[in-house]
């Protein structure tokens, strides 16, 4: 079975033209206009994943994905920007959008992200059902969590925690975080971690690793405590507690 696209488009040009390239790649998608009909039609039939224009007119890209996530609904969502700034990108994550591009983008991007979104979905969904959540002061079974930094994580649950503090994560913030703890101390250079969370390198022109590890510092931060996450100018980034 083809794997489903909901599209959320308002500039009929850019919906018309995406439309045809996805269809052409395999997937089956059903574009909209607006944020009403993609909220109507994702609780219709809801699709594999979601690629939702920031700017539309009523209900926007942003006001669809904090309402599905409000609702629990974890499908993983592609925003499409017109907007360059850092914060604007921030916004769309702390939405609950899991990935975004900016326009004007390149096809194949597209399809480089949404491979990578919806090979994590896979890969989460054939895991083992996990056990019931324990409270955060009782996270896990020790065998089953990594540490470093003062940070703890249990894969199998998709939990983390800095110290007693349990942290909120969106899919890619998690997984970075993880690709990050279980190498602490080492420097892990641009490519190797847009390969191992994307499973694609968009190049040095791309801000998207910059924004995530940002916004990930922003959850991690408590006052008085050092930093987790280090830049390594040129290179790359490193968990290490100095």
């Known amino acids: 079975m083809p794997q489903t696209v909901l599209l959320a488009e308002d500039d009929r040009a850019i919906r018309n033209a995406l439309e045809r390239a996805l269809t052409l790649e395999g997937y089956q998608v059903t574009a909209v206009a607006d944020g009403v009909e993609a909220l109507a039609q994702a609780h219709k039939t809801p ?22 996530r409000a609702e629990g609904d974890r499908t993983p969502i592609l925003m499409l920007t017109a907007l360059v700034e850092t914060q604007d990108r921030i916004a769309g994550l702390d939405a609950g959008a899991d990935d975004y591009v900016v326009k004007p983008f390149d096809v194949e991007e597209v399809f480089a992200r949404l491979r990578a979104l919806l090979r994590r979905t896979t890969e989460t969904n054939d895991a083992p059902v996990d056990v019931p959540k324990q409270a955060p002061d009782a996270p896990a079974a020790s065998g089953r969590l990594i540490e470093a930094a003062g940070l703890r994580m249990d894969p199998q649950a998709r939990r983390a925690w800095r110290g007693a503090r349990e942290l909120e994560l969106t899919r890619t913030e998690f997984e970075l975080l993880e690709l990050l703890v279980r190498n602490a101390g080492i420097v892990l250079d641009h490519s190797t971690i847009y390969d191992r969370i994307w499973g694609y390198d968009f190049g040095p022109g791309s801000k998207n690793l910059a924004v995530y590890v940002g916004y990930l510092r922003r959850k991690l931060d408590e006052p008085g405590a050092p930093q987790l996450i280090h830049t390594v100018r040129g290179v790359g980034y490193v968990l290490r507690e100095d």
Request: charged share 20%.
């Open 47 to 68: 699709p594999d994943v979601l690629v939702l224009d920031v700017m539309m007119p009523g209900i926007d890209g942003l006001q669809v994905c904090r309402v599905l």
